[in-house]
């Protein structure tokens, strides 16, 4: 019978709905749970009118029918006087197999998913999986877990040098309460009597015009840093002195940076004498850290600022057994010869090693020794030795006679005249309370004639040194 025009046509008990194509993974879970497995009974095929309805094979206890997908179409009956399809019902049969095969196991089998694509990067969170690597650091961790193996990190371009070092102070602050109030380095009356001096004749041009003439020459420029080292043969002799007070003029003077290193590190004195306050990186440190392609402001970095463009490299921290070789010393100061115009170097007493490698590759050399009668005789040894070297290293030499206390009780022409004699120059460095007081050095506390020898000296070894390349 057929259906009205614009309805569906109503489907029989003994209808059987259209099997689903199976899927290429083995037959479409989609399909019908009425199929029935096996050839159609006797008395009629299945889908004809007249024939008996279909039994539902047997189902286990407790099992719940499976519903058809939202997602799929309603099935259309077959027209009740057409045959059904062989094919269809083998198809019918082989689902219903699988079906029951399925039930006996007490499962339903899920939909079969898509293969899948290539996998998605896990979301940032507390619900993120674990990483792959458990002993990978936190920052890497999202790498693993992604599925991606962490890039390595890129060097850095300076070498890793030692350990940051803690700053200490130069001096304990109880022991530097006992220091008192520097003094000037001459009294109120011999300055108030040079004053007077200075007005009532014609010194003050001359002063002036010899100041004149030593700036210019402290002023002059350099191809290549040059380097002074001070040393003498014995302790207490003033080379610290000597080399801060070098170094406080060639800073005020010029304008390019000045260094002063400290190659003493046996419990030296010039940081003391410049006014530092605290210390941290040594000379021994910036020998495994400094690199030619450092700038000056990476290597300012590691030094004690000081005042007038002036720089600091101590040798130690204040602590008895520091070391420093041969090889630091060579390796700071080729690195850093070529960031300062002049640099000053504190060394060891002679004949420490490290004193004599630095007397042959500066190009000036300065040797203190306190004006007495023993320390004009162990210098000229010195000197009588020294001539026996390259002539360079005589001739580039100055030995400077320092005033201890005021009156040394020796003829200092006639010692100037002895010791001039090896070929070396000399000059002298009057005595003065307040170099004397052994504390920090101000220079507008100088006395005027220590003001001036300090210029002249500086003048003078400062010639030496251009005259050597």
Known sequence: MSAAPGTAPRASAAQVPPAQPAGPGGPNPHAPAQAQAGPPPAGGQPGTPGGPAPVPPAQPAGHVPRQPAPHAAAPHAHPPHTAPDPQAQARLARAAEAAQA????????????????????????????????????AHLRAHDAAGHAPAAQAPSPYPQGPATP????????DLAAAGRKPRRGEPLATRALRAVRRTVSSSAAREVAETTRTAETLQQPVTTGRQIAVTSIRGGAGKSTVAALLGLTY??????????????????????????????????????????????????????????????LPGSQGRIGAMLDTRAYERVMVALRRYFGVTVVDCETLPAEVARVALSAAQARVLTTPATLEGIASTHAVLQWMQGLPRHIIAGTVVVLTELVPHTGLDLDEATRKLAATGASVQVLPYDRHLAAGGPIRTELLAHPTRQAATRLAAEVFQLSQKRH
């Open 102 to 137: 399925r039930q006996a196991a007490g499962r339903q089998t899920p939909a079969p998913a898509p293969a899948p694509a290539t996998p998605a990067p896990a979301a940032p969170g507390p619900a993120a999986e674990a990483p792959a690597h458990p002993q990978a650091p």
């Open 166 to 173: 803690d700053s200490r102070p130069v001096v304990d602050k």
């Open 251 to 312: 800073a005020h003077y010029r304008q390019d940076p000045v260094l002063l290193v400290e190659a003493d590190p046996a419990l030296g004195s010039l940081p003391l004498r410049l006014g530092a306050e605290t210390l941290r990186w040594t000379t021994g440190d910036v020998a495994g850290i400094v690199e030619p392609q450092m700038s000056l402001l990476d290597v300012t970095g590691y030094l004690v600022q000081l005042p007038d463009n002036a720089w600091l």
